[in-house]
Each structure stands twice: as structure tokens, then as C-alpha cells.
């Protein structure tokens, strides 16, 4: 099968968990390492946002927060569009490995499927774009 | 039965592969809905090649033909298969190294200004000193 539904990687860092769990969960520590600017609602359902400096800005949802050992979060699938409903689940998970820390990020769900991959929900392109433009004749023609 | 992820993005890197078809999809999403009379007007492709590609297409599931009298079928692209390729696509773009490796930087050089003493903020410092 080529077609791969989860990344994984792992770090060794050289910093205790506490230390790397405040660079993954806070604004100033995701904004400095990850983005250029973050703002984060941390608990399970909060929202949090990363920008980068001329760049895009992603949306996510807080899904897991269990201090110092995991922390997830859902965002949109890179790549797709802006309205476009699925997402990727991301979780870090820390451990303490001697003085420093293991770190886990699996980013998982690539594979998902839309429900309706065959019905009309995903045709919504081409269909909106003849129907706005039907209705465009419509207000046109009435005028 | 649901469909597959796998055999959808093969079809559709399958279509893309070949150069009439991806001019042939190249047209339509950009002019919208055509017939192959339409197709074969504005590209440098027979019309017989393009009824064999159209044929194809439509069987992949990437464009639908709407309904009409033979000759004028027109044909519109369909983007559900395209955005299963997008993911693939997606998987393959993600770059986790890079932010990890940032990461990493980003908190040896906080352990850095925290003064905890490192060979490399002392020659920096030396250098600082002597410009100044």
C-alpha cells in the first residue's frame, strides 16, 4: 500500500519534559520555534492559531492536554482547501529519557476518506460555481 | 462498499501522467463543462484521441458526462478524486524534520540565555567585546 496515513518521528532533546511540554503548549514557546506568532486556548475543544510571517496561518483544535505526557491537536490537511472539512490529528507525546526528554509527533489521518467521495457534497465546486452563476441570470433576467 | 484511498489516488496519478489528459482536465476545469468537438477545437489533439481519453476519464471517475444527444455531450470535471490525491500529496509535503530541528535550536539556545555557560555564547560574547 503507498499511500501513507501516519507520519511519525523522534527526538531526543537534551531538556526535561516540563521544559519542552511549555515550548509545545504556550503561545510564546509555538511562536518562536514553530510559527512567528501563536495564540493557544489550552484545553481539550480550545482553539489555537499559528501564523507565519508572510505566510499561511493555521487553525487548530486542542484535543488532548495532559501535562507533562501528551498533547494533541486536529488542523486542516495541508494543501487542501480553506473550507475543506478534514483534518489531521497531531499528538506529541513526552518522556523522560535521563536528564532529557523523548519526543513523539505522530500527525495521523492522510488516509481518511470524505463520507460521500461519490455523491454530490464533493462535486461542490463545479456545482456551486453553475449554481451561483445560474442564480446570477436569474436576479439578472428579473432586474 | 466504501471506496478505497489507494485505487482513487491511482487512478487519478494514473490520468495525470499522461500529457492529452492532463491537457484535456487543464481545459475543462479552466473553461468549464465542454464537448469533444469543443476540445478537440482548442487543443492540439484529434477528436477521436479525445473521445478515448474522455472515455477513460469518465470511467476514472474525473469527469461525468452530462446528459445529451451523442455528439454533444459535454463533459465537466469532477474534484472529489483529485482532493483524495491531494492527500497523498499532503502526506508526502509534511515536513516534521524541519520544525523538530527548530525546536530543538530553540531550546538549547533558551538553555543558553538561561546561563547555563556554552562553549559557543563564550566566543560569541569574546567577539562582542572586541568589536565594541
Known amino acids: ?143 | 462498499m466504501p471506496p478505497d484511498v489507494e485505487a482513487l489516488a491511482e487512478q487519478v496519478f494514473a490520468a495525470l501522467a499522461d500529457p492529452s489528459r492532463r491537457a484535456i482536465l487543464a481545459a475543462l476545469a479552466s473553461g468549464g463543462p465542454a464537448t469533444a468537438t469543443d476540445l478537440a477545437g482548442r487543443l492540439p489533439i484529434t477528436r477521436q484521441a479525445i473521445a478515448k481519453h474522455l472515455a477513460l476519464l469518465s470511467e476514472a471517475g474525473l469527469v461525468t458526462a452530462e446528459p445529451g444527444e451523442r455528439r454533444r455531450v459535454r463533459y465537466r470535471p469532477r474534484s472529489a478524486p483529485m482532493q483524495v490525491a491531494q492527500q497523498f500529496l499532503a502526506a508526502l509535503a509534511r515536513d516534521w524534520d524541519s520544525p523538530l530541528n527548530a525546536l530543538k535550536d530553540h531550546l538549547d539556545r533558551d538553555a543558553g540565555e538561561a546561563g547555563i555557560p556554552s562553549a559557543e555564547s563564550e566566543v560569541m560574547a569574546e567577539r562582542e567585546r572586541r568589536t565594541a
Open chain 1, 1 to 143: 500500500m503507498g499511500f501513507p496515513d501516519r507520519i511519525e518521528r523522534t527526538v531526543e532533546l537534551a531538556h526535561p519534559p516540563a521544559k519542552v511540554w511549555a515550548a509545545l503548549t504556550t503561545a510564546e514557546g509555538l511562536g518562536t520555534w514553530f510559527g512567528n506568532e501563536a495564540a493557544i486556548d489550552l484545553r481539550p475543544g480550545g482553539l489555537a492559531r499559528m501564523s507565519w510571517t508572510g505566510g499561511p496561518t493555521a487553525q487548530m483544535r486542542v484535543e488532548r492536554v495532559e501535562e507533562p505526557r501528551v498533547f494533541g491537536f486536529t488542523w486542516q490537511i495541508y494543501g487542501l482547501p480553506e473550507g475543506d472539512p478534514r483534518r489531521t490529528y497531531v499528538e506529541f507525546t513526552l518522556e523522560p529519557a535521563g536528564a532529557g526528554t523523548r519526543l513523539t509527533v505522530v500527525e495521523s489521518g492522510f488516509a481518511q476518506l470524505p463520507e460521500d467521495v461519490h455523491g454530490k457534497a464533493f462535486d461542490g465546486n463545479t456545482e456551486g460555481w453553475a449554481k451561483e452563476l445560474g442564480e446570477l441570470a436569474g436576479y439578472l433576467d428579473a432586474a
